[in-house]
């Protein structure tokens, strides 16, 4: 169980485009959610928070503006990178939080890989 | 005293060693102590957890050591294997919060 998906795995777009990223809990609600971005050989950042039916929580120094959040549904969070460039390419990963006991464990999607030419 | 310090930053092992990878807080607060297993291209996999209730949780070939006083977690991969070859993050949670501090990961290369 706790399986997380992500789509597109990877994608490619030219600078200026948006590209948009889905991340779905397959078999459990998820009444939070959260984005990360991860370059190579570095740990995970965290982007934002998202709460299904409300605005996502956005950490400093990110762009909400750029890094639009929806969570439209207990087992649905989207990303937009909107009028993305090149230093937008990076990995971009999801989790979903599943309450396990006293925890809110946190399961990962499979990361979507972006490049903006 | 929000980081999670993590060492060593690579680490080579032969195979059927044991690999042992190590963390530290500073916040008391935290209360939830995962870690996280990568492999390139992927995202990461809960490997095991533990709470500061029990200095010990073991997994198959996967234990966590917890150290309350000293403020350290440490995860020993018994009889290490190629396919363990991957990245390893620890991490930490806040009792009554949801933002997992990760540590900055240990590159784990097992050669047989």
């Known amino acids: 169980g706790a399986v997380v998906s992500q789509h597109p795995s990877w994608v490619i777009c030219k600078s200026g485009t948006s590209v948009k990223i889905e991340c779905r809990s397959l078999?459990?609600?998820?009444?939070?959610m959260f984005w990360y971005r991860q370059f190579p050989k570095q740990s995970l950042m965290l982007m934002a928070t998202?709460?299904?039916?409300?605005?996502?929580?956005?950490e400093q120094g990110v762009e909400k503006d750029k890094f639009l959040i929806n969570h439209a549904s207990l087992t649905l969070s989207t990303l937009t990178v909107t009028s993305a460039h090149p230093e937008d390419s990076s990995f971009y990963i999801c989790?979903?939080?599943?309450?396990?006991?006293?925890?809110?464990?946190?399961?990962f999607g499979p990361g979507t890989r972006l490049t903006v030419l | 005293q929000q980081q999670v310090k993590q060492s060593p930053q690579s680490l080579i092992v032969q195979k059927g060693g044991i690999s042992i990878i190590n963390c530290a807080y500073e916040?008391?607060?935290?209360?939830?102590f995962p870690w996280y297993q990568q492999f390139p291209g992927k995202g990461p996999a809960l490997l095991i957890a533990?709470?500061?209730?029990?200095s010990e949780k073991k997994e198959g070939r996967f234990t966590i050591s917890f150290n309350k006083s000293a403020k350290q977690f440490s995860l020993h991969i018994m009889d290490s294997q190629p396919g363990d070859s991957a990245t390893y993050f620890c991490?930490?949670?806040?009792?009554?919060?949801?933002?997992?501090?990760f540590g900055t990961g240990t590159r784990l290369q097992v050669f047989p």
């Open positions: 533990i709470r500061p209730d029990v």
């Open positions: 991490a930490a949670l806040r009792h009554n919060t949801d933002k997992l501090i």
């Open positions: 078999d459990f609600q998820a009444t939070t």
């Open positions: 989790s979903a939080s599943l309450r396990e006991g006293q925890t809110d464990t946190q399961y």
């Open positions: 916040n008391t607060a935290f209360d939830y």
């Open positions: 998202s709460n299904e039916g409300s605005k996502a929580t956005y």
